[in-house]
């Protein structure tokens, strides 16, 4: 299934109609991607920014169409795993809208609570993997530090340079940063608005793998695919159990784990996994 912007016909002679929708979802997705023979990938969306004449900038609504795509990926059956990319080759996305913020105030940022779709966007329990091609700054950086998996093209480059436009990082940037990366790091990316190369991104620990630019999508693909074919309640499981590894304590985050652990031993999927262990065949997960 696909979902995409519907065409719009204007009369002759009117002006074209302004886009509406900026995020497209294709589940199951195909790898390679970028080019035939294509492979069906069961249990794969792939989740693509579709805003490439602002390179993908982080508008007010395409991330509530973001939130709502992930969301609905989320709630159904059908998705296990996600890949988040951008259009074209030379932004996974830029940053905010810096059209939209400019005129905001505290009071309009406050009640507007158009900021909460990234507590949304955090609550998603399906791994999800960023393929990131060109830049990932500001607003881009924060979402692809969100995800579970970067995956970095070579000219990918991340940052966060607010501080060159009088603000600071607001959605996530100095909180995911300081933890993949080490205070000393961050606090100099952040305090400069300087960018890093996907190599030295890799160095610092910000990302998974760094592969050709042609490559990034049906990598990250590949990725996805290996944990859409592994048990699906032990994936969220697990993926929660890091998180909470990377946001408390550590007598917190072995307490969650340790539940969580004995809660999977209630699932078929855990009965199956054994089992199969046991009679020397594959598994076949069934999700609950």
Known sequence: MTMAAPPRDAPTGSPPAART????????????????????LPGVALVTLDRPEALNALSFDLLDQLADALSALDAGGECRAIVITGAGNRAFAAGADIR??????YASLRDGRRFEVWDRLAAIGLPMIAAVRGVA???????????????????ATFGQPEIKLGV???????????????????????????????????RYGLVSRVVPAEAAV????????????????????A??????????????????EREAFFRLFDTQDQA?????????????????
Do not use: Y
């Open 21 to 40: 929708t900026f995020v497209r979802v294709a589940i199951p997705a195909t790898a390679p991607a970028s080019a035939a023979p294509a492979t069906t």
């Open 100 to 105: 939209e913020l400019a005129s905001q105030t």
């Open 137 to 155: 700054l500001g607003g881009g950086c924060e979402l692809a530090m969100l995800c579970d998996l970067i995956v970095a093209a070579d000219d």
């Open 168 to 202: 600071m990082p607001g959605a996530g940037g100095t909180q995911r940063l300081t933890r993949a990366i080490g205070k000393a790091r961050a606090m100099e990316l952040i305090l400069t608005g300087a960018s890093i190369d996907a190599p030295t991104a890799a």
């Open 218 to 237: 049906d990598a990250a693909l590949e990725i996805a695919a290996r944990i859409a074919a592994l048990p699906p309640l032990a994936v969220r499981a």
């Open 239 to 256: 993926k929660a159990a890091v998180l909470a590894a990377d946001d408390g304590s550590l007598a917190a985050g072995l307490a969650a």
């Open 272 to 288: 199956e996994g054994m089992a199969a262990f046991t009679d020397k065949r594959s598994p076949t997960w069934s999700g609950r």
